[in-house]
Every structure is written in structure tokens, then in C-alpha cells.
């Protein structure tokens, strides 16, 4: 997944790991100075907690300057244990580095060691990230940024004891090695930076703990702690230098805190003061307010397509536009990905908001320029209104999100106002979300094979692998309810990864009890369809130790269609190492023959729609079916139809030559060990 750096969040880390240095080779002296061991320790504590904040802030001040197209949270262990990994590294450093006399060797391994410590501060910085899949690393990138990490170590050692053992040195010439310092922990961060590789599927957990406006508050008070810590232990003679860089520093530090870093909108902290200050308003006044939480349609496949920076300039934009509708004394803030949120106050009645809903649709609509791309998006507007919708800041900004999500069931580019029905909607869309991040986990999910036949003979030409969830709480559940959810939420990427696998072993099995093979199919879904899949199937299938003639992928064609070039080139590469390759319901979607004739694929499946329609009289559902059998065939296709549940679908199925049949008229889809007794009437496999 590409991302983007913010330059000023970029430069803003650089200053906090220069200004950490400055202040711990002043603290570096003190120490040095320190006749008796009681004192000794206490400024090696007050060193090292002043720069082991210090590189926390910087550090977490760069990765929040890289930013991703998603939403990301950060796990407050992580984010906790590496603060006090740099704390614990910075008062070794300091204990080492203000030796009376330190020879080269000890200063080596002091810096291998602190190096190694240093990286696992980065790895645990990035693996605070809340993302599916997690971070991975380019080997030698990585490699090469530990040893840069042992030798800025090295390069901390040396300079705090250069300056310790040559008293009186000239201020300038400590501002010097301050910088140096900080060049050198800002690089080493950049490294690690660059070393790490984000899935161009990733997706935010929805356990983060720690959201990046809180992360962002936490790192502004630790850089606000490292300038307090310079002003007190600078001299007199320095302390009006630094008393001016902190007074042109204070305004951006708030700034951070409170705004967003890609749009310049007031964040999610701001937003919660923003809204109960409107609570406490309206309760004065009797009048009411209302916050609307607004999402792009469209915006991550601009991001795939486009890339990230046009998505960046896209967000700008969006902004600046609702920015540009609101009135002065309303808000409008961004918090996180593509989500805006507006608070409008002081409402003489519903049609106001209304009329600003539908204008924020109307300048959406309207053509984006960015980058010389002209871009189209369309917004999803949810509305809660106080006191009615919720009287808690929490409940009004659930409620308009669950208004938010009815409006994107129901068309998208459009706004509804929050009903009491659409929480429990909304907390079941909550609820199946979150027990999915467990299915897998705890041996929730199972799956169903469902056979295929020969048109005329009856025989059986393979199974279809269907996906099934028994919940302990919320029973079992259905896949019309549960896939879309787990796309939604990006979660069927683990979970595809999961049927792939108990196929695979499915698969062994049959074979260890002397099962004549049969070919498998399973489906993809349309964010499985990723540049990485074909090695994620090739290697889940090696480790399996089966052929890859075993196995057919059915792809939808609207999620084919979605990016062609991109779907050609996966299924030419599935289909290169040997996998079969299935349209999923033909006739629902595109139905182009131009990418028919493109993909070359095996086989394509008929929609339930056409077969159902086969025995209710008239022409029209026998032509459409003998035009896709006769086009199938014209380009060496096999043809299954699906949802043959009667006698007289299957006849005419026969009489139209379909190759394959599948439906609840033959066999219901079941567990492996009740469909076993199909397998010994399968024709050979090929």
C-alpha cells in the first residue's frame, strides 16, 4: 500500500530529536559533574526520561507523519513498552557515555547492544499499528537500517564523551553535535521507515486501541515535556534562545494536537469539545444542534487506482468544500480516512439541515481536479439531531454513523436522519463484525460442499466449497449476511486465506481415505482480487502438497470487471501454474464478451436468475440461457447452471446442451463427510 509524508510533521520530528540531543548533552554534563552517587542517579533518571521521551516523540512523530489511505490505530501496549524501552536504552547510554574513561571496544559493543534495543523500538512502533495484514519488512533494507541504528548508537557514545571530558566547550559547538544527534536518530527512523512494506489491501483493526489524534496529543506533551526539560537545564545565557523557539513552537504543538495533519480540519479531539459545547449552548437556549458524519463513495477505489497522493488532494479538497457550506460559527472536522464530521448549531428547525445536507451532496458531486486527474465522488451523509438522536457526545456521533451506514444501504449519495431502528441495524452490523475477527480464531467457520454434475449422465464433476459460520451467541449464521460484512470491514482477506487452506486439507484427506480426485472450486471475493494473491495461493497450496489442477477459483464478473487489466493478469498467472478459473454468476453483471474472450477462462456459471426463470413459461428465459450456452461453447467454455431446484429446469437445461448442473434438485450443499458417498461416482478426474 503506497503512502504519503506530511513535510511539516517530517521537519516537526527532526526539530523534537534535535532539541532532545541539545538538552541531554547539557543533562550529559551535569552527570559527569556529579561527585556523589546519590546525585549521579538522579540526573542519569532525569537524563534519561528527558531523551528517551524524546526519541518516543520523534519516532512516533514520523510514522504519524506517513501517512496511509486508511484509518489507522495504534495498540497502547506497544505504544506504552516502547516509550519505556527508550527511556530504559537512554539511561544506559548515558551511564556509558559519561564514563570517566571509555575505551573503543567497550564503546562498540555498548553500541551494537543499544542498537539492537533501538530496533526494537521501531519494530515494536510499527507493529503498534493496527492494520490487517500486519507490517512486513524488505530483508536487506532492514538489515541495513539496524546496522545504521548500531552505528548512530556509536555516534551518541562518542559525542556525549567528547564533550564530557573537554570541559567548556563553546555553546554553538554543542548546538552542533545537537544537531548531529538528531540527524542521526531522524535518519535511522527513516530507514526503518523504509524498510517496512504495507499490503496494498490493508485494513484498520477495529480493536485499535489508541487512535492517531490521541497518539498525536500524546507525542505534542512529550515534545512539550523535552522543552520544558531544555529551559530548565540550559544556562542563563541560553535559556532567552530557547525561550524564543519554544514561544514559536507553542502554536504549532497546539496546532498538532488539535487539527488534522493532511487538511489542516480540527481532529477527532477537537470535534468532542466542539460537540459538548453545543450541548451545554442548547441546554440554555432550548435550541437544537446537529452532527453530520459524512463518508466518500468511491474513495478507496480512487486510491487503488490513482494513488495515494491524489487521493491526499482529493481529501483537501472535500475539506475545503463542506468547509465552504457550513457557516462561520459551525465546525466541520476530519477524523480519519475519508470520514468528515459537521456540527451545526443553533437549528430553528430540521429544514436547515436538510437544505445543508443536500447542498454538501450537491458541491460533491461536481467534479474534482486534482493532479490534472478529474475525479468524481459522491458522499453518504448521516444525520443525529439533539437532544433527540443522543445527549452524550458519544451518542450522537454513534447515531449519526448507524444513520450514516442506513443511508450507504440504501442507494449512497444521499443523507438520513437517525431512527431508532437503525442502532439496532447498526449494532448487529457491530456485532458480526467484531465476533468475525474471532470466527477463525475459534474454530467458528466449517465448510459445505455442494456437488456439480454432468447435464445427462448425472455424474459428478466436482464440489464447490461454501463458507458456513455456527456462532456460539448469534447461531448460525448466513453467508448473505456475513460476507458482505466481511468485505466491508476487509476481514474476508484472512478469512479467504482460511477456506483456501481447509480445502487444501479437505483435500488431503479425501485422498488418505482413497477418494478418486476431485476438483474443488471456492470463490474469491473482489478485495481477495490483490496483486499479492497468486503468491499467497501458491504458497498455501505448496505447503498443502497438492496439485494445482485439484483446485478452480470462480470469480464474480463485476469483481473481474472492478480493474480488468488487473483481473487479467491475476487469473493469466492462476491459470500459468495450473488452478482452473470459473465466471461466477454470468448474466447478473457485465456480461462483456469483449473480457470473456479476454480472461480465456474454463468455465462460466449461469445466475440462479435465469435457471429459476426456465419453467415459468414463455421464450425469453430459454433464449437468454441458449445464448449464453451457445457463446460458452463458441470460445471452448464449459457451461454450469446454478439453482436447478426442479425437474423442468433440469430438462430444459438438458435439452439446451448445459455441460454441468449444480441446485438443491441433485444434492444440498453439506458436511464434507455426507457428500463423500458422491466422490465414488465422479467420472476420473482430468
Known amino acids: 500500500m503506497a503512502g504519503s509524508y506530511n513535510l511539516l510533521l517530517i521537519c516537526f520530528s527532526l526539530f523534537v530529536a534535535t532539541l532532545a540531543s541539545y538538552t541531554v548533552l547539557e543533562i550529559a554534563e551535569r552527570i559527569a559533574s556529579q561527585e556523589t552517587a546519590r546525585y549521579r542517579r538522579m540526573w542519569l533518571a532525569g537524563g534519561a526520561l528527558v531523551f528517551g521521551v524524546g526519541i518516543w516523540s520523534t519516532h512516533f512523530t514520523g510514522m504519524l507523519a506517513f501517512q496511509l489511505p486508511i484509518s489507522v490505530g495504534y495498540n497502547a501496549l506497544f505504544t506504552v513498552v516502547s516509550l519505556l524501552l527508550c527511556i530504559g536504552l537512554s539511561f544506559y547510554l548515558l551511564h556509558r557515555s559519561t564514563q570517566r574513561r571509555l575505551r573503543w571496544p567497550r564503546m562498540l559493543a555498548d553500541g551494537v547492544a543499544l542498537g539492537a534495543g533501538m530496533a526494537a523500538v521501531h519494530w515494536l512502533g510499527l507493529h503498534s499499528m493496527q492494520i490487517i495484514p500486519a507490517v512486513r519488512y524488505t530483508p536487506w533494507l532492514e538489515i541495513l537500517s539496524v546496522l545504521a541504528t548500531?552505528?548512530?548508537?556509536?555516534?551518541?557514545?562518542?559525542?556525549?564523551?567528547?564533550?564530557?571530558?573537554?570541559?567548556?566547550?563553546?555553546?554553538?559547538?554543542r548546538v552542533i553535535f545537537a544537531g548531529t544527534l538528531g540527524l542521526g536518530i531522524f535518519f535511522m527512523h527513516c530507514l526503518n521507515m523504509a524498510a517496512a512494506n504495507f499490503s496494498p489491501d490493508s485494513i484498520s483493526s477495529t480493536y485499535a486501541s489508541i487512535d492517531s489524534d490521541n497518539l498525536m496529543s500524546a507525542v505534542v506533551l512529550g515534545t512539550l515535556f523535552v522543552l520544558i526539560a531544555a529551559l530548565i537545564f540550559s544556562g542563563a545565557q541560553k535559556t532567552k534562545l530557547l525561550r524564543k523557539i519554544v514561544g514559536r513552537t507553542n502554536d504549532?504543538?497546539?496546532?498538532?494536537?488539535?487539527?488534522?495533519?493532511?487538511?489542516?480540519?480540527?481532529?477527532?479531539?477537537?470535534?468532542?469539545?466542539?460537540?459538548?459545547?453545543?450541548?451545554?449552548?442548547?441546554?440554555?437556549?432550548?435550541?437544537s444542534f446537529a452532527v453530520l458524519f459524512m463518508d466518500l463513495d468511491g474513495f478507496k477505489a480512487i486510491n487503488d487506482s490513482l494513488g495515494h497522493s491524489v487521493g491526499d488532494g482529493l481529501l483537501i479538497a472535500v475539506g475545503q468544500r463542506i468547509r465552504a457550506c457550513i457557516r462561520s460559527e459551525d465546525m466541520v472536522s476530519r477524523i480519519g480516512g475519508d470520514e468528515f464530521v459537521a456540527v451545526m448549531g443553533s437549528l430553528a428547525s430540521p429544514d436547515v439541515v436538510e437544505n445543508l445536507a443536500e447542498n454538501i451532496l450537491s458541491v460533491?458531486?461536481?467534479?474534482?481536479?486534482?493532479?490534472?486527474?478529474?475525479?468524481?465522488?459522491?458522499?453518504?451523509?448521516?444525520?443525529?439531531?439533539?437532544?433527540?438522536?443522543?445527549?452524550?457526545?458519544?451518542?450522537?456521533?454513534?447515531?449519526?454513523?448507524?444513520?450514516?451506514?442506513?443511508?450507504?444501504?440504501?442507494?449512497?449519495?444521499?443523507?438520513?436522519?437517525?431512527?431508532?431502528a437503525m442502532h439496532a441495524s447498526a449494532m448487529r452490523h457491530l456485532t458480526v463484525r467484531h465476533a468475525l475477527q474471532l470466527a477463525v480464531e475459534h474454530n467458528q467457520l466449517s465448510l459445505h460442499f455442494q456437488p456439480k454434475f454432468e447435464g445427462r449422465q448425472h455424474t459428478l464433476t466436482g464440489v464447490e466449497a461454501l463458507l458456513r459460520w455456527d456462532h456460539p451467541e448469534l447461531g448460525s449464521m448466513s453467508p448473505t449476511?456475513?460476507?458482505?460484512?466481511?468485505?466491508?470491514?476487509?476481514?474476508?482477506?484472512?478469512?479467504?486465506?482460511?477456506?483456501?487452506?481447509?480445502?487444501?486439507?479437505?483435500?488431503?484427506?479425501w485422498d488418505a481415505a482413497g477418494m478418486p480426485p476431485v476438483k474443488v472450486a471456492l470463490n474469491l471475493s473482489p478485495l481477495q482480487m490483490r496483486p499479492d494473491l497468486v503468491d499467497s495461493v501458491t504458497e498455501i497450496v505448496s505447503q498443502a502438497g497438492i496439485a494445482p489442477q485439484r483446485l478452480m477459483f470462480e470469480i464474480t464478473e463485476t469483481a473481474a470487471m472492478k480493474n480488468v487489466e488487473k483481473s487479467a493478469r491475476i487469473i493469466t498467472d492462476l491459470q500459468e501454474l495450473g488452478y482452473d478459473i470459473a465466471i461466477d454468476d454470468f448474466g447478473a453483471g457485465y456480461s462483456s464478451l469483449a473480457y470473456l474472450q479476454q480472461f480465456h477462462c474454463r468455465?462460466?456459471?449461469?445466475?440462479?436468475?435465469?435457471?429459476?426463470?426456465?419453467?415459468?413459461?414463455?421464450?425469453?428465459?430459454p433464449a437468454i440461457v441458449s445464448a449464453i450456452i451457445a457463446l460458452a461453447h463458441a470460445l471452448n467454455m464449459e457451461v454450469v447452471a446454478e439453482g436447478v431446484e426442479t425437474e423442468a429446469q433440469l430438462a430444459a437445461l438438458q435439452k439446451l446442451n448445459c455441460d454441468q448442473v449444480q441446485g438443491f434438485l441433485l444434492a444440498r450443499p453439506a458436511a464434507a463427510r455426507d457428500v463423500q458417498h458422491f466422490l465414488g461416482h465422479g467420472r476420473a478426474f482430468a
Not at 548500531?150 to 559547538?173: Q, S
Not at 468455465?603 to 428465459?621: A, H, N, V, W
Open 481 to 509: 449476511e456475513f460476507i458482505p460484512i466481511a468485505e466491508r470491514s476487509g476481514q474476508i482477506i484472512p478469512i479467504g486465506d482460511w477456506v483456501l487452506r481447509e480445502v487444501c486439507a479437505q483435500i488431503v484427506r
Open 252 to 287: 504549532k504543538l497546539l496546532h498538532f494536537a488539535t487539527h488534522d495533519v493532511l487538511t489542516g480540519l480540527p481532529n477527532r479531539a477537537l470535534l468532542a469539545e466542539r460537540i459538548q459545547h453545543a450541548i451545554h449552548v442548547s441546554k440554555r437556549s432550548g435550541l
Open 364 to 420: 460533491l458531486r461536481q467534479d474534482f481536479r486534482v493532479d490534472e486527474a478529474t475525479l468524481r465522488v459522491t458522499s453518504s451523509i448521516g444525520i443525529a439531531v439533539y437532544p433527540n438522536s443522543g445527549d452524550t457526545v458519544d451518542a450522537l456521533m454513534k447515531n449519526a454513523d448507524a444513520a450514516m451506514y442506513e443511508a450507504k444501504q440504501n442507494g449512497r449519495n444521499t443523507y438520513r436522519f437517525f431512527e431508532p
Open 150 to 173: 548500531m552505528a548512530v548508537a556509536v555516534l551518541n557514545i562518542w559525542i556525549i564523551y567528547t564533550l564530557n571530558t573537554h570541559k567548556g566547550e563553546h555553546f554553538w559547538r
Open 603 to 621: 468455465q462460466i456459471k449461469i445466475d440462479k436468475f435465469f435457471t429459476s426463470r426456465l419453467d415459468q413459461g414463455g421464450d425469453s428465459g
